[in-house]
């Protein structure tokens, strides 16, 4: 899934970019001297603030110009259920959707989600009322140590509000972002079909 | 003690046996027991807790007043700090502790300095403003390499880079040439595998925090008592000051069995800071620190007589754990057959790299590779089946029939769970047309 294109940045191009942040001594605002970049408008290197609409409420968090989404979520909004694991667009535990589609929460930038719709893991179930995707989960045992869950579970419920009718074969390419080193693949799978209406 | 009858065994092999039970244990299961849990489908009773984002992992956990610890790591395989100076990483904002680790590392990825910080970025930038000036020095990293008599030592001083034998009761060299002689068909072949590594999706991490001389640890761990135990060792502190917490984990697979770096540097920087600290592993640190499965180079030199009869089983192996941790991987080999002459003898290798960790059946998988990829092939040798082989020589009487039960229920592709009974008839649908020669098997 081409998730950072989404954003507007190619995976390369974002780690790039921050790549040679981290490497310029620009972390952590201490930018020194010098010339200010040219091209659009900067920000920074001060807080800045972010908008963002996370599941369905509007929400305000203070970020260095630079966070990504996931760190925006997780640190600045205590939405813990998205994960950090390769931090590199590889391993698909940070997916959320956003304006419904799934994105690694780790390859946009918060600001590239200003004024979008972000849905996260804690905004599936109602009260206590599972959404189906994660009571098909439950019933089909498709985790272990469930680290990976909230993605897969966020990238099934994107795929399914796409393609209610999806196949088997659209569920094994839509899920092959996520990756589950416990490999649970086969329940992963299963649970999906199970609401999938494609048969 | 009281003696209960039991009827164990497996279908078409079951036996009554008497067993001695402490007075006051419950009865243990057997054949006729009537389970209601095991074997029953349940859901799992964390599983809602997981399926929506509840569930808390240590890389979650973020109390008031957190700081985020940072670990500077050696870019080289052995090197010393001629200089590291922490003072310009301590004036810098928002920092609040700094550790001095290690002088001289002898793994790329080892960890040198950690700082804590208010935020990442500040700790990022403590670790960037922290001096060292390395001056690198003698190392190997290729098992080869590292054997050679005028390799650098790579835990210095005298200590040898490799070290092995044979095991007990080792028929000697000239038994096995002899017997490999004499047998009727005989293979002499070399296995390699790489070094592997765990790769939890949750990096080992921990969070330390300290109240008074009372220190609380949450940890990404598999073993809350030996984390506990290491922190006392490693703190000098008394193990019921310490209290070490794990909920959820998100993967171990062996890597997270003993105390991490990462939980000792939490709590030293802690102490120092006198705020709780959350030191959590990069993906980068993880794979160069986090643990690995030894890398194996397997001589494996087998013979049967006439009947296809195991007559002489021979392994010579080697691997390297890095700076640490055994790679023996003899296990299948000294518990699948049985042969009249037997021998195994391995060196554990010292290179500049990270250490070994507990992995899914520590050496298993690279023996078991070697080993029953070499038995394919003198099966082939000797002209026998590789199934029927195996029937002949394992020395398992439980192994045996379980070989048995999978080929009866591949060859009429059913099974009492229709779930399996699709994938015998799969793997029946590819066995039926089988030639015996092993990856002759159609795709």
């Not at chain 1, 849905?119 to 680290?147: M, N, S, W, Y």
């Not at chain 2, 349940?42 to 973020?62: F, Q």
Request: contains cysteine; hydrophobic residues 40%.
């Amino acid at each position: 899934m081409s998730t950072a294109r989404d954003g507007g940045l190619s995976r390369r191009d974002f780690l790039g970019v921050t790549g040679a942040l981290a490497g310029s001594g620009l972390l952590g605002g201490a930018a020194g001297g010098g010339e200010p970049p040219a091209g659009p408008a900067s920000i920074g290197p001060g807080a800045i603030r972010v908008g963002l609409r996370v599941n369905g409420v509007p929400r305000d968090a203070d970020c260095d110009a630079r966070a990504t989404l996931l760190d925006v979520l997780r640190d600045g909004l205590g939405l813990t259920g998205a994960k950090q694991a390769c931090d590199r667009g590889e391993c698909g535990t940070c997916t959320v959707l956003l304006d419904g589609r799934p994105v690694y929460a780790c390859m946009v930038l918060a600001l590239q989600a200003r004024n979008r719709e972000v849905r996260t893991i804690e905004g599936l179930a109602k009260g206590e009322v599972l959404h189906p995707v994660q009571r098909a989960f439950v019933e089909h045992d498709a985790f272990q140590c469930g680290f990976c869950t909230p993605g897969q579970i966020m990238s099934a419920v994107g795929l399914l509000e796409r393609a209610p009718a999806a196949t088997p074969e659209d569920v094994e390419a839509g899920m092959c972002g996520n990756l589950c080193r416990c490999a649970a693949y086969v329940r992963i799978r299963d649970a999906v079909n199970a609401v999938a209406k494609g048969k | 003690m009281p003696k209960t009858k039991l009827r164990i065994g497996w279908p078409g092999n079951f036996r009554e046996i008497q067993a001695e039970i402490p007075a006051g244990d419950p009865p243990p299961w057997d054949a006729d027991s009537k389970l209601s849990v095991v074997g029953a489908r349940l859901p799992r009773v964390e599983g809602p807790d997981k399926v929506t984002g509840r569930a808390k992992y240590t890389s979650d956990m973020a109390p008031a007043g957190m700081l985020t610890g940072g670990v500077l790591r050696s870019p080289h395989a052995h090197a010393r700090a001629t200089a590291l100076d922490l003072g310009p990483a301590r004036k810098l904002p928002g920092v609040k502790a700094a550790l001095e680790l290690e002088r001289e590392p002898r793994y790329a990825g080892q960890a040198v300095a950690a700082v804590a910080a208010e935020s990442p970025l500040q700790a990022q930038a403590a670790l960037d403003a922290i001096v060292v000036t390395w001056e690198v020095l003698p190392h190997v990293t290729d098992p080869e390499e590292a054997r050679r008599p005028d390799a650098p030592r790579v835990l210095g001083g005298r200590n040898p880079n490799a070290r092995g034998g044979a095991s007990e009761n080792a028929a000697d060299e000239a038994a096995c040439g002899r017997a490999l002689a004499a047998a009727s068909a005989s293979v002499d072949l070399t296995f390699r595998t790489p070094v592997v590594e765990h790769t939890c999706l949750e990096s080992h991490g921990s969070l330390a925090s300290w109240e008074g001389d009372a220190l609380t640890v949450w940890d990404s761990t598999q073993a809350v008592a030996s984390v506990r135990d290491g922190l006392a060792r490693g703190l000098q502190v008394p193990a019921n000051s310490v209290r070490v917490v794990k909920e959820h984990m998100g993967g171990g697979f062996g890597s997270k069995l003993g105390m991490g770096e990462t939980a000792l540097i939490a709590a030293r920087l802690a102490k120092e800071a006198g705020r709780p600290v959350r030191v959590l592993n990069d993906r980068k640190a993880e794979q160069t620190t986090g643990g690995n499965r030894p890398s194996s180079v397997q001589r494996l030199r087998l013979g049967a007589d006439k009947a296809g009869t195991l007559s002489v089983m021979w392994l010579e192996s080697s691997g390297t754990g890095g700076v640490g941790g055994g790679a023996g991987c003899s296990g299948p080999f000294r518990t699948l057959y049985r042969a009249g002459v037997m021998r195994d003898e391995h060196t554990d290798i010292l290179t500049n790299a990270g250490r070994a960790q507990a992995f899914r059946a520590p050496g298993h998988v690279q023996g078991m590779f070697a080993l029953e990829s070499a038995i394919d092939a003198l099966a082939i040798e000797a002209g026998i089946d590789p199934l029927e082989f195996r029937l002949r020589n394992d020395a398992s009487d439980l192994r045996r029939a379980e070989y048995a039960e999978g080929a009866r229920r591949i060859a009429t592709g059913r099974s009492v769970r229709r779930a399996r009974g699709r994938m015998y008839r799969r793997l029946r649908d590819r066995w039926t047309p089988r030639r015996s020669r092993p990856g002759s098997t159609p795709a």
